[in-house]
Structure formats: C-alpha cells, structure tokens
C-alpha cells in the first residue's frame, strides 16, 4: 500500500516508483474481493446449517436416545382419560388475547399460563415445540421451510396411540408436519388463507366432527389472526377485528363441544410485534399467555415454556408425554397428579434429560448424580451439560478465531506500515461507515438484530440486498471521508495531477479493507461463541442475526474496494487544496 505522498518509497530507487505503488493497489483489490468471497461462503454456510439443521437426537435410534417405555396401548395406572380440547391461534399476542371474553372467561375458570417461546419464534418451530414438547434443536424443525414429516413423536401419534377418538381441524401444512391425515379418527384440513377468513370453516368442522367421531381429543388451529399480524400489524385496528371475529368462533367452539368434563386449552405459538412480524425476541413475540381450564385444572396462574405445555396436556388427558419432551408438566396448574400420569411424566423426563446431558457431554455428564427429585434438579442437569459442552467447543474454536482476528489485525497492520497515516485515514473512514451503515439500519429503517425484521418470507432476499447496497454507499462515503483524514494529517500532500495517483486510489482499497477487517473480527468473536456449524443447538439468534449482516457487509465491500478508489481519486483530484498549481 502506498501513500499518496509516497512517503515509503524508497528514494535510492526511483526505477521502482512507478510500478510497485500499482501492485500493492492491485494486491489489495485481491485480497478484498478474496474476503468477500469467503465471507459470502460462510454466511451461506453458517444460514443454512442453521435452515436445514439436523438434529443429533432424531438420528440416533429413539431406544438408544431416550430408552424404552411401556407401549402407548397400556394405560397410565390410576390416570382419568380426560377429554381434551387444544386451540391453537396462530400469532396471537398475550395483549390481544386479554381483549377476548371467550378466553377471558376460560381464564376466569382455570389457570392464566405466562408462557416463554424458544428462539427462533416462527410458526412450524413453535407449532412443534406445542405438538411435541421438543424444542427446535431436539425436533429439528427450525424454520417454516421445514416441508416434511416431523421426527419426534407428537401428541397426536400419543392421543391415538393410547386409542383416543382424535379429530384435527386447520390448515394442511398439520398433515405436511405430523401426518395427521393418517393418525387421526378424522380431519378437516383447508389451504391456508391467502386473504380470506378460514377460522369459522375451521370451528364448524371440528364441532362436526367431534361429534360424528365422539371425539377425546379434538384440535384446532386458527391462521387468521397470524395473517392479520402481518398483513397490517399487531397494533392495527385490522389485527384487533379479525381478533374480535376468532373471539366469536372460539366461543361458538366451546360452546359446541363442552360437556362440562372437557379440558379446554388455548394458546398461540408466538406473537408479533406492533408493525408486524415475529420469527425474533421481542417481548410481545416471545410472551405470551396459555389458558388451561376445565378438570384437573388448578386456578390462578403460573408460568411455563413452551416445551412444557405437551407434557402438561399428556397428564390432564391421563396419557404419556411424547418420547422427544424435553419440558415437564407445570406442577403448579395440576390440581391433581391424575392417578400415576405426573410421576409417569417425570419419569420419562428423567430419562430425557440424562439421555440429553449424555449426547451433549459424554458419560460424565451424567456421573455425579444421586438424586433426581424435582424439576430444577432435571433443568441442573441439562443445563450443566449444555455449559460443559459449550466451553469445550469455544475451547476448541478459540484457536481458530484467535488466527482469523490476528488476520484482520494483519491487514490493518500492512497498511500502517505502508503509511501511518493512511491507517489513520482508513480508520476514520470505517468510523464513519459504522456510523451511516448503523444509523441507516437502527434509526432509519427501525430494524433490530431479530428475524422479526423481515415480515415475510418473501422479504428475506430483499432485506439483504438491502443491508448490501447500504454498505456499499456507506463505504463510499467511509471513502471521502478517509481523503479528508488524509488531508488533515498531511497538510502538504500532493494531488493526483502531481504523479500520486496511485496512492490516492490506494486509500479507498484501504478503507474497504479497513471496514472488512473491524467486521472481520466480530465474525471472529462470534466464531468463538457459537461456531460456524450448528451440531447440537441452535446460536443466540441475535448475535447470529448480526453476524449474518456482518459477513453480507463483508461481502459487498468488494463493491468499495472496486469504486471507492475512484471517490478517493476524486478527493486527490478535485479537493479545494489540490487546485493549487
Ligand atoms: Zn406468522
């Protein structure tokens, strides 16, 4: 990298002057395009270990994973086969649910569940986290493309197992997802609505047939109000009509099936955000509020995840969790233990929960324990493991992300030694690219770390060209900035016009690398954090989330490296004190 005033070049050898100024421009254009085109490898790499995640506990055999249990067909000794009603509204928030006499008056009965849902916080994830009890890193199952049959058993492979009359009524991607077409008494399954209002299609069939079947079982899930929350937001008068509408349909449904021994549950998969959206953390997306009421139901309230609410039904309903649960039943809404459903639950997650430790960390994992007697001491356990195997694998990963960030350090180090103040320059340049790049991205557009950023699937393309082109134009303005730095270090420089064209070219390659480089040693940072791969769970999904954008801005910095010589030419060329002669 050479100087705008040359300052490195040797004076002995002036044959050298014209020709090595180029190559190191030359070089340091390679070097940019080569980061891009890793960084753009790894971020493909890193999204799709995430989107087709396979889970280390559905490939290995369920025997060997969670032991053997008695058949489904043998009854839970002592347990009462209670009758079960699970609604599940797409996209409600815990806000809107409040505005809803129909659930109002279920939670004045039973039991108002404060209810936590696991990362990332879309629909096929958080319907199989319900359904099964496994959260996505167990079930697999980590985004909406998920398109084929789930590998944990759910509670409708229990419900009819255990020779319940079991009815479905929603939308198709249920049969897609847990087969249920061929495990349920009987079904109703309708397209999902692209504008039309399917809820009270949805309510008639599964009156229908929860009585032409006698039903024991019977499940519902309403897609209205989750269209709604993104067509027009969370906080829009169009999401509180279409949930006032589902309100009247959820009344006309438990007024249809309640014979006064039914257990009535109701609850949403995630929420959504005042705009629109959810996938993310945001509070209204992740908390939200499960009713349970009806026999067997304890009043008041308590609180739960998600992962609980699959074993919690299996015990109201007399019946075995699903084998893949990795919640318990929430002590604190059970009036009772119905017979030996409870201890038969927490047994089976004793064996869920050392069989997990045990694919996390090995047989030590599992070593010092005596005594399993409640649900903290389970969540001890699968705890430690999940930190004993973390710090092993950041041991193992600091290595490699001590030598990638020596690398960015390297490239900032090469330009320094080529021209102090170059580096100087270059570095106000990135300053300023952080600021236009994050103020854009935060105060701007309003964007968060979050996969709620993206409202629809449809989006996701065109939200990272979005951050790419951004990078790109802050680059550019990182670039004028850096030959203003310049200036003000070297009051004396010289102009393009005086034979330092390359030099002046060279500061826009250097601020590209520059930025590259600061990015570059976040990615390193999250490197050693989470990794690249994704074996046995799932990243933090907000540092995730902006190590994903750290490497899509990586990538298009090519695009500065290749134009932002031209705006530092221009500063070379054209700046108020190179018009002196
Ligand atoms: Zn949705």
Redesign the pocket.
Known sequence: MDSPANEMTPKKHPARLGLKPWALLVLGVLVSLGISYAAYTLAGYSWSQVVDYKSPFTSMPTDTFTGKRPPLSIAVPDATPRRVVLVLI??LTDAASRTMPSINALRKRGNDVALTVPQPSL?YPAWTTILTGAPPNVSGVTTNWYEQRVAVESLFDVAAGSGRSLVVAGPTDLDTLFGVSTIATATALTDWPEGGYITNTIVDDAIRLADENAADFIFALFPDV?EA??GYGAGSKEYADVVAKVDADLERLIEGVDDGETVFVVLPDHGHVATGG?GGWEDPVIHTSATFAGPGVKGGSSTALLQDIAPTIAVLAGMQAPQYAAGLAVDALLADPNGRAKDADFVRAIGFDLAYARTLNGQAAIKDISSLGSASDLAQVTADAEAARLKADRADRLPMALGLSLAALAILGVIGVASWRALVAALAGSAAYLVVYNALFFLVHRFAWSLSAFNEESQVQAFFNGRMIEAVIAGLIGCLVAGEIYLLFRPAAKGTRHGFTPGWLSLGVATALAIQSILGLQVAWFLWQWGAKTVWRLPDLRWGFKYDLDLIQMTALAGVAILGPLFTYLVGRFHPRMAKP
Do not use: K
Request: no cysteine.
């Open positions: 797409d996209g629909s989750d929350g993104h959810h």
